[in-house]
């Protein structure tokens, strides 16, 4: 199998296939797995992980092309030359949203629909989940959340604040939290985690592969991430909340 994408999807679709005893390639354009979710600091931890289960782990490679025989893939071709044997491909590369339908609707759009701090895009018109970017307090800029948890709060705040009278509108600033389970480890991410943030672990060790780690932007924690450690992580998401250190 080869795997194209190595975020959540692709990971942890590598990790489940080498687990029942697939021959694996994992393949991103990215320095590292989960780059954009974790970093590149915990993201070499991924690729080492699946690198010690076995996976073929090809990063910073682009596909450019998949060879078919008999009606059937048979390779995928990097933009190396290599040629990667393939029974089965995988294609795990991200989504955009579907906002074309809207584009003369007069709804602001960009990247998703564009709402204000309570989820408003337009007088009447109201998004949530996947497709609503909107500006996120903790974050001090707009974001989009591809997450199941934040598609059922988003739509219950969305609901209200659309029955609501105007001057209670509420504002939807919840904190994130996601969790990836690949072999047998756990990650999980209270906030965010932004590539150009600076990592420090605070609990455990990165050795022993059981650490949480605390990400910093501009002086202010905003995320944490937890490595094997779900009940040390917890007594970290206060500090996100608050920006606080340690
Ligand atoms: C393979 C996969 C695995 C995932 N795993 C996880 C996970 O483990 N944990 C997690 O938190 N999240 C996960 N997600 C993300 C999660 O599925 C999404 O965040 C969530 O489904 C978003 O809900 P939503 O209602 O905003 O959008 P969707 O669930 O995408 O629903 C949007 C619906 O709108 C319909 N639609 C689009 N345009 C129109 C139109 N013009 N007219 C009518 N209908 C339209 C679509 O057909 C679709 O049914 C995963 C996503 C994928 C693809």
């Keep these: 199998m080869v795997v194209i994408g190595a975020g959540f999807l692709g990971s942890e679709i590598a990790a489940t296939a080498r687990g029942l005893g697939l021959d694996v390639t994992l393949v991103d354009v990215e320095a590292t797995p989960l780059a954009r979710q974790v970093g590149a600091e915990a993201g070499e931890l991924v690729a080492q992980m699946h690198r010690d289960c076995g996976v073929d782990v090809r990063m ?24 990667l044997a393939a029974d089965v491909v995988v294609v795990a590369i991200g989504s955009v949203p579907a906002t ?15 709402c204000d701090l309570t989820c408003k895009a337009a007088p009447g018109a109201y998004a949530a989940g996947d497709v609503a970017n909107w500006p996120h307090s903790l974050v001090g800029g707009r974001i989009r959340l591809e997450q199941r948890t934040n598609a059922t709060l988003q739509a219950v705040t969305a609901a209200k604040n659309l029955l609501a009278d105007p001057d209670g509108a509420l504002p939807y600033a919840p904190m994130p939290f996601g969790w990836t389970d690949q072999y047998d480890t756990k990650i999980q991410i209270h906030g965010w985690c932004p590539p150009d943030a600076h990592v420090e672990v605070v609990d455990g060790d990165l050795r022993s592969r059981k650490f949480v780690a605390l990400y910093r932007t501009g002086g202010r924690v905003v995320g944490a991430l937890g490595w094997n450690s779900p009940r040390a992580l917890l007594r970290y998401r206060g500090h996100i909340a608050q920006h606080t250190a340690v």
Aim: glycine share 18%.
């Design 60 to 83: 910073r490679r682009h596909v450019t092309g998949v060879i078919g025989q008999n009606g059937r893939v048979a390779a995928v071709v990097l933009d190396d030359g290599s040629r």
């Design 100 to 114: 074309d339908w809207l584009t003369d609707s007069g709804i602001p759009l960009g990247d998703g629909v564009l």
